[in-house]
């Protein structure tokens, strides 16, 4: 059986005639490398960075890096790395076997896209750091060219499915009003934006003698997450937060779930940001308390504990390959915005590195495809004497 090898115009280039000799549309990565055999294409290497020179070599016989990840793409399959200058497309998924192991007449391709196996993976901290999920969505958010061929940034693929509204399904549970703050008055008497700034501290522990009330925590969801106007346009509807979101699409969703607030009863609630109100999401609480708990290192579960949760339709119907990480940033910028507001009201306020989205799922009833937990945060009354030390 032969082997050989034709360049191709990269998917996306309007590029039409081309050689072998077109060396400079190559060095550029305006080209893709075709390898067959027997006239059946085997191998397609898709670069999105100026290729190297090829190893002398005939091949390693290593198996391909742990930092490699091998996805579907329609009957084929593609081998990445955000070390690798190019995607691999397995034309013939029967190759994939001798591929991975570093075996077959095809391996050298693998040994030249940097997709293969070398001790400088475990012996430097640079590559030894990361985890093949992590490495990829770096890669597939942050690097030009990667996975564009699908689509990348804001477009209109999901126009065929009708636009989520802006207003989450209102849960069964009763209403309850919550109170608002004087927002003209708190513009005379708050602290200033860098006194709240230099005096924000990551604090853990609440006094249960002492709790956080349901006024304050209506004042506090007012100030960091109401709808501040709702508007339609072509057949959308978008919002205005008191923080910014991409596309003023606003995707999430506040709960807290609430072990001791005098004043309101346990439970788990959704917060309906229209209204201003709390409505009953669910019973269950016991789980996401004690691994809030858990996570904040704390031996009493939090007086609430604040679960952010997207609606993934609202982004993703728009947005393409980016979508998650831009709900990502938008979990961050919310939770700055609580850091900021509980400290000017004197609360305390601790965002959480890890949450439970299994057990979200498992007390609210949602589907976790459509709206899963992405973000916590705990939040409570101080201590009489707080750790100035705090993060």
Not at 77 to 86: F, G, P
Not at 346 to 370: E, I, K, N, Q, R
């Amino acid at each position: 059986m032969s082997v050989h090898e034709t360049v191709v115009p990269r998917p996306g280039t309007a590029l039409e005639r081309l050689t072998a000799a077109d060396d400079d549309l190559w060095r550029r990565g305006l080209l893709s490398l075709v390898v067959s055999r027997d006239d059946t294409p085997v191998l397609t290497l898709h670069p999105h960075a100026a290729p190297p020179p090829r190893p002398s070599h005939g091949g390693t016989g290593r198996p391909v890096s742990e930092l490699t990840v091998l996805r579907r793409v329609g009957e084929q399959y593609a081998l990445e790395s955000a070390r690798a200058w190019c995607s691999v497309r397995v034309e013939q998924p029967d190759e994939l076997p001798a591929l991975l192991t570093g075996k077959g007449d095809l391996c050298h391709y693998l040994d030249w896209a940097c997709l293969t196996a070398d001790e400088s993976e475990s012996a430097q901290l640079s590559l030894a750091q990361w985890t093949p999920h992590e490495l990829a969505f770096h890669q597939q958010t942050r690097v030009p060219g990667v996975h564009r061929d699908a689509g990348f940034g804001r477009s209109h693929w999901g126009a065929r499915f009708a636009a989520l509204p802006a207003r989450h399904e209102r849960f069964s549970g009763e209403g309850i009003e919550l109170a608002k703050p004087d927002l003209a008055e708190l513009r005379r008497s708050d602290p200033t934006v860098t006194a709240v700034l230099e005096q924000r501290r990551s604090i853990r522990e609440h006094d249960d003698g002492h709790p956080l009330t349901a006024a304050q925590l209506g004042h506090f969801l007012f100030r960091c997450a109401r709808n501040r106007w709702l508007v339609q346009r072509n057949g959308s509807e978008y919002l205005s937060r008191p923080y910014p979101a991409g596309g003023s699409a606003y995707e999430l969703e506040i709960y807290p779930v609430v072990r001791n607030v005098a004043g309101l009863d346990p439970g788990l609630y959704h917060y309906d940001p229209q209204d201003h109100m709390l409505r009953r999401a669910g019973e269950r609480t016991g789980e996401l308390l004690a691994h809030a708990a858990v996570v904040a290192g704390t031996e009493r579960q939090p007086q609430v504990l604040l679960v952010i949760a997207a609606r993934f339709g609202r982004v993703m119907r728009t947005y393409r390959g980016m979508s998650y990480a831009l709900i990502l940033k938008h979990v961050g910028v919310v939770q700055q915005v609580m850091y900021t507001v509980a400290t000017a009201m004197g609360l305390a306020v601790c965002a959480l590195g890890d949450g439970d989205a299994t057990a979200f799922a498992d007390a609210t009833g949602l589907d976790p495809m459509s709206e899963a937990s992405v973000g916590e945060l705990v939040l409570g009354s101080r201590p009489a004497r707080t750790n100035a030390g705090g993060v």
